[in-house]
């Protein structure tokens, strides 16, 4: 797979090391977020102790992404910074070796996820920058994340199989470490002085084509809390094997990553509002199949298939409206805010409600889950279509 564009300097764009950032840290993610509830589970904290870690894990994504986003933005030292914080979030990590309680696993998620979570929206940021006029391709740099997830998550599932879910620790730290090693490679990617956004940041965000944006896309992660959180336990409750439940994670990233290598084409046909509001939809069909059939494992095996919209299409929608939103050195804090709104905000939610949820009814997630994503579908069709986004850059010229 190569980059081939007649606008951006390719030999300047170090394809395998952007690349290789994504590798590593979607492989932890794939680590970590089908095994970490099973992980927790084992070492014998209850459904609501599970809800909580995870509601750390993604709370930290509020306040972390804006606060480096801004640092970036002001220092302009956006990999130095990247790099910093994937090796502190690697050494916070390690204190997982040796403790196991509640509290000191509280603190130490917090500690870690605080730095690991700010260190991908910036780095959204240094691709885009180093793609230039191509950023619509950079669905073909950030498929290697998904492809690291489907490595991790199907070898990680058949080795949970016959090894202890203990081991999860240790090979998650491991990956840390490549991360930070990766980070070390990149050097600052050129940023064209031409570039200047005389708008500030909390202008942008009053607009409404942006407040509709960030609104759906939070609605999309709070729906996430269910499947992020007890999708693996979910589906053990029903007789599935641990490499089972693997290689239905991993199905549904192979689904994104099929889409991801030619969504820099669709994209431009359908119009990235469409892209988004279609995604949205089909990912409440997603939640109301599994809500319903999961004793069926063909009907599972579509609702993961459309994982490819639920985050591949939607990701690299909302990835592009950032982009247009936010010009600059507005850019670094854009990428935060989507960030923090969805994956902290929406996340931090969707992981504690999850975990309230779970005690009354599992298959009550699913449904509610689906019913947040019906209103997110609404939202995205009243706000960003028609001439939503032409009204906004005349807002803010």
Not at 278 to 303: G, K, N, P, Y
């Amino acid at each position: 797979m190569a980059l081939v564009s007649t606008t951006t300097n390719v030999a300047r764009i170090p394809y395998w090391r952007l690349s290789g950032f994504y590798f590593f840290y979607f492989a932890l993610v794939g680590a970590l977020s089908p095994f970490l509830g099973l992980y927790l589970s084992d070492i014998g904290f209850t459904a609501y102790a599970i809800g909580l870690v995870n509601a750390v894990l993604m709370g930290t994504k509020i306040v972390a992404p804006n606060l480096w986003g801004w640092l970036c933005d002001y220092t302009g030292k956006r990999l130095f910074i990247i790099l910093l914080g994937s090796g502190l979030a690697s050494v916070f990590f390690a204190g997982l070796f040796f403790w196991q309680g509640l509290l000191p696993i509280l603190v130490i998620t917090f500690l870690y996820s605080f730095f690991w979570n700010a260190v991908l929206s910036q780095f959204d940021t240094v691709t885009i920058q180093y793609l230039g006029k191509d950023s619509h391709r950079y669905s073909q740099i950030r498929v290697w994340g998904s492809i690291g997830f489907i490595f991790s998550v199907m070898l990680l599932g058949f080795l949970f199989d016959l090894l202890s879910i203990r081991y999860l620790i240790p090979i998650a730290w491991v990956l840390l470490i490549l991360i930070t090693i990766n980070c070390l490679f990149l050097s600052e990617p050129p940023v064209s002085q031409k570039i200047r956004s005389s708008v500030s940041c909390k202008t942008i965000v009053k607009q409404p084509a942006v407040v509709a944006f960030f609104a759906a896309v939070f609605l999309l992660q709070l729906s996430f809390g269910a499947y992020y959180t007890f999708f693996s336990l979910y589906l053990e409750s029903y007789g599935y094997s641990r490499t089972m439940i693997g290689l239905l994670w991993a199905l549904g990233v192979l689904a994104e990553v099929l889409l991801f290598l030619f969504i820099h084409r669709l994209m431009p046909a359908v119009g990235v509002s469409v892209l988004l509001f279609w995604s949205l939809l089909l990912t409440s069909l997603r939640w109301f199949l599994t809500a319903f059939f999961a004793d069926h494992l063909w009907v599972i095996i579509i609702a993961q298939a459309i994982h490819a919209f639920s985050f591949g299409a939607a990701h690299a929608a909302s990835i592009e409206l950032i982009r247009q939103f936010f010009k600059g050195r507005n850019a670094g804090q854009g990428n935060a805010l989507y960030s923090s709104m969805t994956f902290g905000v929406g996340g931090a939610i969707g992981a504690v409600g999850s975990g309230l949820l779970w005690s009354v009814n599992p298959q009550l997630l699913f449904v509610v889950a689906a019913a947040i994503l019906l209103i997110a579908a609404v939202v995205a069709r009243i706000g960003l279509y028609g001439d939503a986004i032409a009204q906004f850059h005349l807002a803010v010229k």
